[in-house]
DNA sequence: ATTAGCACTCTTATATGCGGAGTGCTAAAA
DNA sequence: TTTTAGCACTCCGCATATAAGAGTGCTAAT
């Protein structure tokens, strides 16, 4: 629903809010009326506090408090009144030097960029991964275990890999195994899942009159492959220890809620992949992320990409009310960072 | 040092111990009077309690509070007094019950059994994972990425898989890393690092007069890759929220301090793999783990095999106030039976 | 429409008092 | 000589009382 207000009324919020950012108490109308940057009295302010209280975009605590931001409040605020610039120049290049990936391997480049992105925003930072059926095939490989125990490694064009055991009746030798895998490539090749699939359906159809046993073999043993949703994302989260610098999460009870929100994953995983079908930074206040525990927590986040196509989301998680004139060009930034050090190989 | 303790001492330390471990509270000599073990007076408790603290086995957190016992005692309670009896087969069957691991691989099967050793032990669980520098070779394989991106994939006889990107001048299509990998197969089969190191070097000899360059190649890429430390080992951490039901742990500095410990895991890494080159269960108490923020923390943990061959350790840690009679034998079953289920295979 | 003034509410911090738990010491009992 | 009862003492924890402070809503005056 809209939300109408008067100049005056924004003024007030968005005072309200960037005070509370800043310091985390409420906020009351003496200290607006100081700010000046309305120059009225506080008994005004106190009207339109009272105001904006009835629309529900403020709370008071207790009687004798000031002001709080609600959710709805934060969400018009982002909406709206929030000011986000780019980063400067040397704030990049301080993100940048941070940067350190022990290798240019993808997982290290992935698992660094959101430490430093945790360590920038001074959130938790969260990046997920794309699971198998997301990429696009580039190489698979069997390995000999034992008898009855064969390892599949597939490795996807972003240079992912991911592996699987399989566990056969007749034994199959290395020897057979390269000539299944080579096969495999060859017909593969470049392919997205979705066309794998359909390409082994159809390439058994047309082996079936080759009988040739090997390759039909290689081929139920990549459809089974292909056909589990076997290989799921991942997310690696960093920097959850930034959670105890916030006096909003100080109960213990509370703490042990969102940290076992993080052990489980599951929920954030399913809350990045809204990301990640989206576009550009989008922000989840409170019970917009769907999450229970979450409430008093939002999500800044924003899909990446490797050579245009995107993998996965990364962004960070704080408490509502965090800094987002901040924290949203950081997620940006870093988005489009781990974008670009993943492109530039 | 020694230890030399009348019955009495002892009687009186075990209780106290076996008390504090079981409610958190200092223990009184009214108590252990009344728990009836001894039947004597508290004041001649009292006498007792006298000894034990100037031997260093007690303390007292104020003038008026009972005894609580200090490191030296639960080292001399887990070395001298307590009874660890092996788990009942009901218990035993129970935790079996619990492991539902999602695949038969050596990650997932590792994983679930940590997870629920947590569970049993209401404590966080660690599980360290061999580098490959521990294990034995068994495949490695070479995927073209770009034109001077090449992904080396390692798989140890453990079917753990590692995986590195190495960086090349020239261009190697894939036919020819398939032939480079079917040579290194070849002449490293089963062999462990160490040496494969030597045959490296060796064979790097030897096919110098070949001047076959494709196989120097691959020698000069395979001795890069296992020369540099590279692929260290990894340690999983489940259950780290059990830290919130210690009462000890109740002060949020405290805790940030310990999942500070845990996001960094180097220290915790270094320490079991002290155990790995143990044998049987160990216990580090407090200021023995060598972790200046793990003071009031124990690991418990054991080494874990596979075909005989130790591949790293699994354990918890707790509070120093925890339950050893009950820790140490599911941490011993824990090993063994995540030994016998990576053998089973 | 705005604002000063004021009574009112609620929180937070500090002081105060008191019961309980546990001790150490002493002197008596075993 | 060892054990124990008795007692004074200490300290914590808890509840209660009190005061200061912050902020509000309402009313009446500007």
Not at 12 to 24: A, Q, S
Not at 58 to 77: I, K, M, N, W
Request: charged share 30%.
């Amino acid at each position: 629903m809209e939300i109408e207000l008067s100049n005056r009324a924004k003024t007030v919020l968005f005072t309200i809010i960037t005070d509370f950012i800043r310091t985390g108490d409420p906020v009351g109308s003496r200290t607006i009326s100081k700010r000046g940057a309305l120059d009225v009295s506080p008994a005004t302010i106190r009207n339109i506090m009272a105001d904006l209280e009835e629309i529900g975009l403020l709370v008071q605590p207790h009687t004798s408090a000031g002001r709080v931001p609600t959710e709805r409040a934060y969400r018009f605020y982002v909406d709206s009144l929030v000011k986000v610039s780019d980063l400067t120049t040397s704030e990049e290049r301080m993100i940048e030097k941070n940067l350190n990936p022990p290798s240019r391997e993808f997982k290290d480049v992935v698992r660094e960029t959101s430490r430093v992105l945790s360590e920038m925003s001074r959130c938790v930072s969260m990046v997920s991964t794309p699971g198998f059926s997301e990429t696009q095939f580039k190489y698979i490989d069997f390995v000999r275990l034992s008898e009855n125990r064969i390892l599949a490694i597939l490795v996807s064009k972003t240079g992912m890999i991911y592996n699987k055991l399989i566990r056969v009746e007749e034994e199959f030798n290395q020897e057979k195994l390269a000539w299944m895998s080579r096969y495999l490539n060859d017909i593969l090749s470049e392919l997205t899942l979705k066309d794998v699939r359909r390409k082994i359906i159809q390439e058994m159809r047309s082996e079936k009159n080759l009988y040739d046993n090997i390759l039909m073999n290689a081929l139920k043993m990549s459809r089974n492959l292909f056909d589990a949703e076997i290989i799921d994302d991942e997310l690696f989260i960093e920097g959850s220890t930034y959670i105890f610098d916030y006096p909003e999460f100080t109960e213990i009870s509370r703490m042990k809620e969102i940290f076992k929100t993080f052990e489980n994953k599951n929920n954030l995983i399913k809350l990045l992949d809204k990301v990640t079908r989206a576009d550009g930074v989008k922000v989840y206040i409170g019970s917009e992320t769907n999450i229970q525990t979450m409430r008093d927590c939002t999500l800044v986040a924003s899909p990446y990409r490797k050579e245009g196509n995107i993998l996965g989301s990364i962004g960070v998680i704080g408490p509502t009310r965090m800094d987002y004139a901040k924290v949203i060009p950081i997620v940006d930034f870093t988005a489009h960072l781990i974008t670009r050090l993943l492109d530039e190989e």
